[in-house]
Every structure is written in structure tokens, then in C-alpha cells.
């Protein structure tokens, strides 16, 4: 069964350091989301991606973060300075349509970043 | 924008024994899901259901979207369902962006 795939499982990264997290979504899904999860606390969405654009983002996304798709396959989250407060739990989800009853979204098994 | 709410915050179970976790949302939905997030902070795919009645084995959820909540049934318990339910939920005629709850942590006991 074709699955949502990211890397690393857990990064450990220094204040004010630039990371990436990648992920690879199911092949035949169009549409492609962020979330995060600080410790102990629910999932927010960050940002939505469809057609090499941002379709929407949060309040939390700020001008630190960017997301591309490189290539056909990948699709990057990048924090160009990281602070101590973006520790949590990355999760990317995938689905093939936006607004039909195909939005189901499945999730990645997720990056768990820690800022040190 | 839509509030999630979920309930209990907490339950405790022994094993066998079943269980109802609510969802209450505050506008219409043109998606709902529930989630297992398990130990290892994964989260797993339970349903996909915006409206009606799903199962799968042990586990059934409704949504009556009417009303506005969702529920998750679980039936004889294991340990293995241990864990956090969290349901999510797309208001109707918005961008595809799930509002997530705040979860009810089960706890199954042997």
C-alpha cells in the first residue's frame, strides 16, 4: 500500500542552524501539507502546497520557513534559522484532491526535530 | 474559524472492555478523520468519514454532520490501542487544511 515517507526520523540541530526536512508524498497525490506537533500538545497545520505554489499557510510560517518540490517526487520543508521553539514533531501529509471526497489526507510517520 | 473538541481528555480502560470518544465541531465539515497516534508519535489513519457509519474490525466511527460530532467506537480493548485519538476535521468551503483536536488519551490495561 503506497505510504507517505519522510527522512530523517530525528534530527538534532543547534539554535540559529538552517534544516531541511524531506518527504516523499503517494505518487498519484497532488496536494501536499505541514504539520507540527510540539510535545504534548495537538497537530497545527503550517502550510498546503498544490501546483508548485503555497495555497494557504499559518500564522506559525513565517519568513523562517519555505517549502519546495525539487523534483517529482520530493517535497522540502526548510527553517533557515532555527530557534529553540521549533522543536516538535513534522509531520507531512498527502492527499489527491483538495476539495472533493478525495481529501483525505494520509500522514508521514514524521521528523522529530530537537533544538539544542 | 472551527472549534475541535474532543472528550474524555482521558480514559482508562481494562482490557476487553469497549469504549465511545466524541468529536464536536463547531462548523459544517467536507472532511473528517480519525487518527491513532501511537507511542512513536505516528499518526495512523482510522477514518475517513465526513458523514455516515464506517467499520473496520474493532473499531466503527459515525459522523452525523447535522448535529455536528463524530464518534469513535472501540470495541474489546487491547493494549495495543493504547494511545492518543485525535479527530480532524476541514470546515465546508475552506482550503483543505485539517484543524486538528486535542485528543483523548486512551490507556489500556491488561
Known amino acids: 500500500e503506497p505510504e507517505v515517507t519522510q527522512t530523517p526520523s530525528h534530527q538534532v540541530t543547534q539554535m540559529g542552524q538552517e534544516v531541511i526536512l524531506r518527504c516523499v508524498p503517494i505518487s498519484n497525490h497532488l496536494y501536499f501539507y505541514w504539520y507540527r506537533q510540539i510535545l504534548g500538545q495537538k497537530v497545527e497545520f503550517l502550510v498546503s502546497f498544490y501546483n508548485n505554489e503555497i495555497s494557504e499557510k499559518s500564522e506559525i510560517f513565517d519568513d523562517q520557513f519555505s517549502v519546495e518540490r525539487p523534483d517529482g517526487s520530493n517535497f522540502t520543508l526548510k527553517i533557515r534559522s532555527t530557534k529553540l521553539e521549533d522543536s516538535a514533531m513534522y509531520f507531512c501529509?498527502?492527499?489527491?484532491?483538495?476539495?472533493?471526497?478525495?481529501?483525505?489526507?494520509?500522514f508521514g510517520p514524521g521528523t522529530r526535530l530537537t533544538v539544542l | 474559524g472551527i472549534q475541535v473538541e474532543q472528550s474524555p481528555p482521558d480514559l482508562i480502560l481494562q482490557e476487553g472492555a469497549n469504549s465511545t470518544l466524541r468529536c464536536n465541531f463547531s462548523d459544517s465539515v467536507n472532511n473528517l478523520q480519525w487518527f491513532h497516534q501511537n507511542p512513536w508519535g505516528q499518526l495512523i489513519n482510522l477514518f475517513y468519514i465526513p458523514s455516515g457509519t464506517k467499520q473496520n474490525g474493532r473499531l466503527s466511527a459515525t459522523t452525523v454532520a447535522t448535529e455536528r460530532y463524530s464518534l469513535l467506537y472501540i470495541s474489546s480493548s487491547q493494549t495495543t490501542d493504547s494511545g492518543v485519538y485525535f479527530c480532524a476535521a476541514v470546515p465546508l468551503g475552506a482550503t483543505n487544511k485539517l484543524i486538528f483536536g486535542t485528543g483523548t488519551l486512551l490507556a489500556v490495561q491488561p
Open positions: 501529509a498527502s492527499s489527491r484532491s483538495g476539495t472533493s471526497s478525495l481529501n483525505e489526507q494520509f
